[in-house]
C-alpha cells in the first residue's frame, strides 16, 4: 500500500509519523520550498484529544520532545474589559500527566517537531495541480511538472483544499463575517509591563463595544534568545531540546501574542490587502478608548508579524460515495477558533484514519470499506465541532449589533461577574468548559504493531 499525503500541515505529519511507524509507505507532498518557510500562525492549543493522538502516532522520544517544546502552561483564563478590567477568571488546572493535559504550543515548533525524523518521508516544493483516478490507483500532479502514484490519496492541504475542490465541488466554506489582526511582540522588561499578572500568566480574552474581542496569549518557552536551553531547566528535558535538530529551524522565542478581531464592516475595506505597519495602525484606530497598556502591546508589535485572517467555516454536508481519495483536517471541515479545536480534530481524523490503514495492511479490511468507516466517523464529530465552533463565532451574534450589540455585551459582562462570585457556579461552568476539550478520551489510543511477518 503506497499513500500520497498532500500537505505538510499538523494532520497531514502526524498522520505520516503513524503510517511509517506501522511500515505503511506514505509521501508527504508539502507546497513550502523550505522547512523554514511560512510564518503557520502563533499559538495553538493541543487539549487532551490532541494530545493523546499524537502520543499514538509520534515515535516515544519524539511526543517527549513535544511536551519538552510547550510552552510554560497557563494558570488562568480571563475575561477583561478594554480597562484591563476583570470580568470572569478560571483557575486552570496544574499540568501532571504528559497526555493528559492542555498544551500551549507554538505553530512553527509544533511543525518542526512534526518534521523530525520525516526526512525520507517529506518532499518539498511540491505545489498539488489536481488527481486523476484509473481503477485501483490514483496520481497526483504537481506544478514542477512531476507526478506521483499510489494506492490511497488523503488532502491534508488545508482549508483553501484544491483536492477537495476537484473532488468535492459541492463542499462549501463560507465567511463568517468576521476579521481578525494577528501580531506578536517579544517579551522585554517593558511589554511584560504591559499585561496585569493573571494576564501575563494565563489566556485571557478582551470583550469590548462595537463587536470588538482581543484574545491575549503569553508564550515562554525552556530556551533564551540564543536558543540555548534556560537555567534550572536541567534533567531530561534539556536533554530533549539539546538533541533536538528542530530548534535550528525554529525561530520560536518568547513573546506576546495578541489577536485583535471585529465584523468585516467595521475593518477597512482593503483591510486583506494590508499588511505591516499597516495592520497596527488599523488596530490603533480601531481602540482609542482602550486601555494605554493594550495599545501599547499593539504598537509595539513587530510589524513582520502582522497579519489579517478571514475567518471561514465549512458548511456541512452529506456523506459521498468513498472512494482512493480523502480528506482530514481544515480541507473537509475548516471551523472557526471559537472553540479552539481544529487542529485537534485534525489530528483526531489522523489516528482514527491510521487505525483504518493498518487493518487493512493487515489483511483484515479491504481499503474502500476501512475508508469509508473512517470517514463515517469523521463527518460525524468533525462538522459538530465545525457547528459549535461557528455558534461561538460569528457576526450574526447580537454583540455585533450596533444598537443592541451594548446591551448584549452588558448583560454578559453582568452575568460572568455574577458568576466570577458564586463558587459552586463558576466550578460548574469551569468543568463544563473543560469537559468539551477532550471528550473522545475512549476513542484515540491506538497501539502501533509492526507488519506480520509476510506481508
Same mark, same amino acid.
Given at each position: 500500500?503506497?499513500?500520497?499525503?498532500?500537505?505538510?500541515?499538523?494532520?497531514?505529519?502526524?498522520?505520516?509519523?503513524?503510517?511509517?511507524?506501522?511500515?505503511?509507505?506514505?509521501?508527504?507532498?508539502?507546497?513550502?520550498?523550505?522547512? #523554514?518557510?511560512?510564518?503557520?500562525?502563533?499559538?495553538?492549543?493541543? @487539549?487532551?484529544? *490532541? $494530545? +493523546?493522538?499524537?502520543?499514538?502516532? =509520534? %515515535?516515544?522520544?519524539?511526543?517527549?520532545?513535544?511536551?519538552?517544546?510547550?510552552?510554560?502552561?497557563?494558570?488562568?483564563?480571563?475575561?477583561?474589559?478594554?480597562?484591563?478590567?476583570?470580568?470572569?477568571?478560571?483557575?486552570?488546572?496544574?499540568?501532571?500527566?504528559?497526555?493528559?493535559?492542555?498544551?500551549?504550543?507554538?505553530?512553527?515548533?509544533?511543525?518542526?517537531?512534526?518534521?523530525?525524523?520525516?526526512?525520507?518521508?517529506?518532499?518539498?516544493?511540491?505545489?498539488?495541480?489536481?488527481?486523476?483516478?484509473?481503477?485501483?490507483?490514483?496520481?497526483?500532479?504537481?506544478?514542477?511538472? #512531476?507526478?506521483?502514484?499510489?494506492?490511497?490519496?488523503?488532502?491534508? @492541504?488545508?482549508? *483553501? $483544499? +484544491?483536492?477537495?475542490?476537484?473532488? =468535492? %465541488?459541492?463542499?462549501?466554506?463560507?465567511?463568517?463575517?468576521?476579521?481578525?489582526?494577528?501580531?506578536?511582540?517579544?517579551?522585554?522588561?517593558?511589554?511584560?509591563?504591559?499585561?496585569?499578572?493573571?494576564?501575563?500568566?494565563?489566556?485571557?480574552?478582551?470583550?469590548?463595544?462595537?463587536?470588538?474581542?482581543?484574545?491575549?496569549?503569553?508564550?515562554?518557552?525552556?530556551?533564551?534568545?540564543?536558543?540555548?536551553?534556560?537555567?534550572?531547566?536541567?534533567?531530561?528535558?534539556?536533554?530533549?531540546?539539546?538533541?533536538?535538530?528542530?530548534?535550528?529551524?525554529?525561530?520560536?522565542?518568547?513573546?506576546?501574542?495578541?489577536?485583535?478581531?471585529?465584523?468585516?464592516?467595521?475593518?477597512?475595506?482593503?483591510?486583506?490587502?494590508?499588511?505591516?505597519?499597516?495592520?497596527?495602525?488599523?488596530?490603533?484606530?480601531?481602540?482609542?478608548?482602550?486601555?494605554?497598556?493594550?495599545?501599547?502591546?499593539?504598537?509595539?508589535?513587530?510589524?513582520?508579524?502582522?497579519?489579517?485572517?478571514?475567518?471561514?467555516?465549512?458548511?456541512?454536508?452529506?456523506?459521498?460515495?468513498?472512494?482512493?481519495?480523502?480528506?482530514?483536517?481544515?480541507?473537509?471541515?475548516?471551523?472557526?477558533?471559537?472553540?479552539?479545536?481544529?487542529?485537534?480534530?485534525?489530528?483526531?481524523?489522523?489516528?482514527?484514519?491510521?487505525?483504518?490503514?493498518?487493518?487493512?495492511?493487515?489483511?483484515?479490511?479491504?481499503?474502500?470499506?476501512?475508508?469509508?468507516?473512517?470517514?463515517?466517523?469523521?463527518?460525524?464529530?468533525?462538522?459538530?465541532?465545525?457547528?459549535?465552533?461557528?455558534?461561538?463565532?460569528?457576526?450574526?451574534?447580537?454583540?455585533?449589533?450596533?444598537?443592541?450589540?451594548?446591551?448584549?455585551?452588558?448583560?454578559?459582562?453582568?452575568?460572568?461577574?455574577?458568576?466570577?462570585?458564586?463558587?459552586?457556579?463558576?466550578?460548574?461552568?469551569?468543568?463544563?468548559?473543560?469537559?468539551?476539550?477532550?471528550?473522545?478520551?475512549?476513542?484515540?489510543?491506538?497501539?502501533?504493531?509492526?507488519?506480520?511477518?509476510?506481508?
Amino acid at each position: 500500500m503506497k499513500v500520497l499525503v498532500i500537505g505538510g500541515g499538523t494532520g497531514g505529519l502526524a498522520l505520516a509519523h503513524g503510517l511509517k511507524r506501522a511500515g505503511v509507505g506514505v509521501t508527504v507532498f508539502e507546497r513550502d520550498a523550505l522547512r #523554514t518557510d511560512g510564518l503557520h500562525g502563533y499559538r495553538v492549543g493541543i @487539549d487532551p484529544d *490532541g $494530545s +493523546r493522538a499524537l502520543h499514538a502516532l =509520534l %515515535p516515544a522520544d519524539l511526543y517527549d520532545t513535544f511536551v519538552a517544546t510547550k510552552a510554560r502552561d497557563p494558570k488562568y483564563f480571563n475575561m477583561l474589559t478594554e480597562d484591563l478590567k476583570e470580568v470572569l477568571s478560571f483557575d486552570l488546572p496544574e499540568s501532571t500527566d504528559p497526555v493528559e493535559s492542555e498544551k500551549s504550543i507554538s505553530r512553527m515548533t509544533l511543525r518542526q517537531v512534526l518534521l523530525t525524523g520525516l526526512d525520507d518521508v517529506v518532499e518539498f516544493g511540491k505545489e498539488f495541480t489536481r488527481f486523476e483516478q484509473h481503477g485501483d490507483q490514483v496520481t497526483a500532479y504537481f506544478a514542477d511538472g #512531476t507526478q506521483a502514484t499510489g494506492d490511497l490519496l488523503i488532502a491534508a @492541504d488545508g482549508s *483553501g $483544499s +484544491r483536492v477537495r475542490r476537484q473532488y =468535492l %465541488p459541492q463542499a462549501k466554506t463560507e465567511e463568517t463575517g468576521i476579521i481578525a489582526i494577528a501580531g506578536k511582540l517579544p517579551i522585554t522588561a517593558e511589554s511584560a509591563k504591559l499585561v496585569p499578572p493573571k494576564a501575563f500568566e494565563g489566556i485571557s480574552m478582551v470583550n469590548a463595544p462595537h463587536g470588538l474581542a482581543c484574545i491575549l496569549h503569553v508564550m515562554e518557552f525552556q530556551w533564551d534568545r540564543d536558543g540555548n536551553v534556560k537555567s534550572g531547566i536541567g534533567g531530561n528535558t534539556e536533554e530533549l531540546i539539546r538533541r533536538w535538530p528542530g530548534l535550528q529551524f525554529d525561530n520560536t522565542r518568547d513573546y506576546i501574542n495578541w489577536g485583535l478581531s471585529a465584523t468585516k464592516d467595521t475593518m477597512p475595506g482593503n483591510i486583506m490587502e494590508l499588511r505591516g505597519q499597516e495592520l497596527i495602525d488599523v488596530a490603533l484606530r480601531l481602540t482609542p478608548d482602550w486601555h494605554p497598556n493594550l495599545r501599547r502591546l499593539f504598537a509595539l508589535a513587530d510589524p513582520g508579524t502582522c497579519f489579517p485572517v478571514n475567518i471561514w467555516t465549512s458548511v456541512p454536508l452529506e456523506p459521498w460515495q468513498t472512494t482512493n481519495v480523502t480528506l482530514l483536517g481544515d480541507a473537509i471541515h475548516t471551523m472557526t477558533p471559537g472553540r479552539g479545536v481544529g487542529a485537534n480534530t485534525a489530528l483526531r481524523d489522523a489516528v482514527n484514519l491510521c487505525r483504518r490503514l493498518i487493518e487493512v495492511r493487515d489483511g483484515r479490511q479491504e481499503l474502500i470499506p476501512a475508508v469509508r468507516t473512517y470517514e463515517a466517523k469523521m463527518i460525524e464529530y468533525g462538522f459538530d465541532a465545525v457547528l459549535k465552533s461557528r455558534a461561538q463565532m460569528t457576526s450574526d451574534d447580537p454583540v455585533y449589533k450596533p444598537v443592541i450589540g451594548r446591551l448584549a455585551l452588558a448583560g454578559m459582562r453582568t452575568a460572568m461577574r455574577t458568576v466570577n462570585h458564586l463558587p459552586p457556579v463558576k466550578r460548574r461552568m469551569h468543568n463544563s468548559m473543560l469537559a468539551y476539550r477532550g471528550a473522545d478520551r475512549d476513542n484515540l489510543a491506538l497501539e502501533i504493531s509492526p507488519a506480520p511477518t509476510g506481508r
